[in-house]
RNA sequence: GGGCACUUAGCUCAGGGGUAGAGCGUUUCCUCGACACGGAAAAGGCCGCAGGUUCAAAUCCUGCAGUGCCCACCA
């Protein structure tokens, strides 16, 4: 036979073995051979076509390879469908970002052009991620990969929201919503953080009363004053009318009682500005009638309206400053409690400051699809992996509110819903311009230029990607077997996947859940291109080969718990397999040309006896999803067993004439046991080897070997 | 204000009722025909603290202390 090579050349290799692979066509589950009755699936999360992978996704296309290569060499009909996710406001933020570093900006464009550069953009990103994955060592089903924004995707997406507004699930209200002011667009309650910030309270005179406000500038906007209906304090005023004396004169203004209001707090004593707070609208919303309308003082541009003023065209945190200053002057500023902390809303992206709006916007009833969703999982219809994770889905399902799924952006899925411009009405289809208004048949008819919030449509993926309700695909597939995706898209994705999908199809998307967690660096730290402490995947794998990131992605990465990676451990894993390799070199070596023995002996029994437990003990730990055992599991035996004692012991034994076929026959039976169950771990390097075994079958593939039980 | 997770070798982490494990690092020896990306050996751990259950606890339970994360409309 041919020398090989003393170590092994994993960036040689590599290409044309997953060549070899995508050739035999058995990625695709249709044309896998054999009987295969079984189906096992697993959507990969698409990922954003925004930008090239990072490590991060080199954990879940690990983890998702490691299950779809082993159901396929137990004999399932696998399917792992890829795609990439257009990423809406996301792709937006980046594309904005490229713009302006070329000194452009959308709002110098057309809408079209816009949307038309991104889609561009994003095409281009798929091919790179597509190559990404693929040297990865991804066996997902090209044929049928898909973008999210493909014909049949928002097809689905455009039926389902039909479908809701006519069950009235989907209503347009005017509520008051996230507003970042930044990026001129609302947000659901998912894409807002909380900061604790140490802000001044300021004790302001409003006529007999003091009341308490980080906000002064929005006084402007005060339709009435709140206090606890058992406040002894302001009973007496409560339905009436006070005047008082304000920065813009004297004005008068209702005291309600609501026990919304904390006596403890402050004076006890609120302003109540709907407009501007969540907590005001609501109370203004039961007391309608009885308290004015709310008074709009901040603009979508971040500046005061014109209510203000002689403030109009300041900014927030300017005309807070000059109110402060006038209060003083006139004598209405009592006190100010410099340290005071509180929870102040941010933008998730550019951390600005989120002022809450006043928009019309379309929402989601979220409570009734919120039901079956943890029915499913209380019932264990659904499993959550890891068990911890399902108190705190249960625990954002139970306290989950409407959901504003309008985002005024470009880059997305326009929403299918035009208002009538003569009994202002809207008519909802399913993608097409209506002839006429549904309500009044006028013919003057706008589509609302909102596009949905992304995860509106991603909630569907599942039998959106699978083509629902006729798709072969959908038929033979759904529900999916395994949802893997890292546990910060807990609520943001899968949660909502449960909904919808239980929604649409009636049954759930997924049978299991499996959380991994995010990766970090050898300090903790979580990576990020700021800091600067990526780990560039392709850069690893030219050093390391894919094999060895993987197996040190898998190796101590636990369900839920984050995971630490470091260019040392990938050494360290690329060191096994080059014993590996070694290993398999030793063995061929020793065994070119042999016959089979005529019977084996005692010993050789034991050895492959041995064998065969350690590969049911790893079948244990991957049925569990104990995949950083069984890879262990497997290092070890290799390692420590299979090289340091039996192969020593066999260098011995290889020159007893008697026993040489014997022992011949074991080693290769054991060192095909270890490829098979590090297939799915390290695919390239076994394949490799397998394909230099002697054996039957000249055109068969590691890949679809049998797993050794 | 709620919830969750973590605390194990110098570092980063697996494990999980019955002689403590991995990677990297450290020390000594070895160029012996699979492999120096290697081999042989070795040092290094009251498995956070305090109770409890058990014949037996690093592992289960309770409490405590640190750390991290998530949720939340405290003007």
Redesign the pocket.
Known sequence: MKELP???QANTTEDRIYKLWAKSGFFNPDKLPGRRTKPFCILMPPPNANDPLHIGHAVFVTLQDIMVRYQRMRGKKTLWLPGEDHAGFETQVVYEKKLEKQGRSRFGMTREQFYSEVSEYTQANRKTVRAQLQKLGASCDWSRDTFTLDKHVIATVYATFKKLVEEGLVYRGERLVNYCTKHQTAFS??E???E?RKDP?YYIAYGPIQ?????PETKFGDTAIAV?PADKRYKQYIGKEIEVETLLGKKKIKVVGDT????????????VTPAH???DF?LWNKHKGEIPDPIRVIGKDGRLTDVAGPYAGLKVMEARARVVEDLKAKGLLVKTDEN??????LCYKCKSVIEPQLLEQWFLKTRPLAKPAIKAVKEGTTAII?K??E??YF??LK?I?DWNISRQNWWGIEIPAWKCQDCEEWTVSEGKTPASCSQCHGKRLEQDPDVFDTWFSSGQWPFAVLKFPQGKDYKEFYPTSVMETA??IL?FWVARMMMLSLYRTGKVPFKTIYLH?LV?D???Q?MSKSKGNVIDPLGVLEAYGTDALRL?LT????P???????E??I?????????L???A??VL?ETEGCKPPKKLSLQDRKLMGEAAAVAEAVTRDMELY?F??AV?RI??YA??TF??KI??DS?KVLKDEKLKAGRQYALLHILKIILALLHPFAPFVTEELYQKLPRAKKQSLLMIEKWPV
Not at 211 to 215: C, F, M, P, W
Not at 555 to 558: A, D, E, K, Y
Not at 571 to 579: E, H, L, M, P
């Open positions: 003393t170590t092994y309650d998912l807002i953080q909380h604790t309270l009341l308490a406000t980080v906000r606890h919304m209001v904390d006596p403890e707090f402050g004076t006890g004593a609120v302003k707070d969540a907590n609501e005071y902390e509180h929870a102040l809303a890891p911890s994770y108190k705190t625990h954002w306290n509110k546990y910060d609520f967690g970090r050898k300090d903790r979580k040190a190796i101590g990465n636990s839920g718990q984050d995971t630490v990676i470091s040392d451990k050494r360290g894993y690329r060191n096994f397999v080059n014993k390799w070694n290993i070199r030793f070596l104990r950083s055992q262990e290092y070890h390692w420590h090289a340091d192969l020593e260098k």
